[in-house]
């Protein structure tokens, strides 16, 4: 009950986010400052993984000290990821635009995801003047009529949609709603609880022609070859990353492998 109420609030500081960056944007958003980055997340053979950029987690606090956003960007670019995931929470997660316009500074050519709790049309507006070239949006937080239209907005700009889905029912309403990028979270938004049998269930279920990702919990490189024996096309890799060391180098060894 208190982790269902956790997501309620942040919800609710989403709904107030929302109000206020209608106001702050009201003469219009910023001038882009890049060209959209291409987008291939498609397996093809070659491990790919998304890197993230997580200063903080509700239930850590703090994981790496004197994070520097410009560094990571540049150690998960050499380092050969696929996409660089950036969080733009700043209450929960400790991030923010600021962030993301950062990451796009340093980064000329691998695509960057804004991955936040987005429930209006608004923040894909902030996503896309920020340097986003992807933006997640989370089905159990989205009516249907929502995901579509957030999905529509995205392409418009020449986004992708990332649609995260926990369970079937959330999967069925992410294709139904047109997402061909869908991002399966092992772990509960509910309850925070990670369980990877989600993905072993879900993953060989979601379409062909649809790209498939897998989300949280990932540290381990025999359980994302049996992942990809399952169809997974891509990894989200947030903590284990940032925790290391050296980042660069855990990202270069996790690509090893099929």
């Known amino acids: 009950m208190g982790e269902r109420k956790f997501l309620d609030t942040i919800l609710e500081v989403k709904r107030r986010e929302v109000e206020e960056a209608l106001i702050r944007w009201k003469g ?6 890049c060209p959209i980055r291409p ?60 962030d993301l316009e950062e990451a796009s500074r340093n980064s000329e050519t691998v695509p960057l995801l804004r991955k936040d709790f987005v429930i209006d049309g608004v923040q894909v507006e902030e996503a896309y003047a920020a340097g986003a070239d992807l933006v997640l949006l989370i089905a159990r937080i989205l009516s249907r009529k929502k995901l579509e239209s957030l999905i529509r907005q995205c392409r418009e700009k020449g986004l992708v949609p990332l649609v995260e889905v926990h369970d079937e029912r959330e999967m069925e309403m992410a294709l139904e709603a047109g997402a061909d990028h869908l991002g399966v979270n092992n772990r509960d938004l509910d309850t925070f609880t990670v369980d990877l049998n989600v993905s072993r269930r879900l993953i060989p279920k979601i379409p062909e022609g649809c790209v498939k990702i897998v989300e949280s919990g990932i540290s381990d490189r025999a359980v994302m070859e049996e992942m990809e024996d399952l169809g997974a096309d891509a990894f989200l890799i947030g903590e284990a990353l940032v925790t290391a060391p050296f980042p660069g180098e855990r990202l270069r060894y996790y690509l090893k492998g099929k």
């Open 28 to 33: 219009g958003f910023p001038e882009r400052g």
């Open 39 to 98: 987008v291939n997340l498609k397996r093809e053979g070659k491990r790919k993984i998304i890197a993230e950029i997580k200063k903080r987690s509700p239930s850590r606090g703090p994981l790496r000290e004197g994070l520097s956003v410009a560094g990571l960007t540049r150690e998960y670019t050499e380092g050969g990821a696929a996409a660089i995931s950036v969080l733009t929470d700043s209450i929960f997660f400790g991030g923010g635009l600021g």
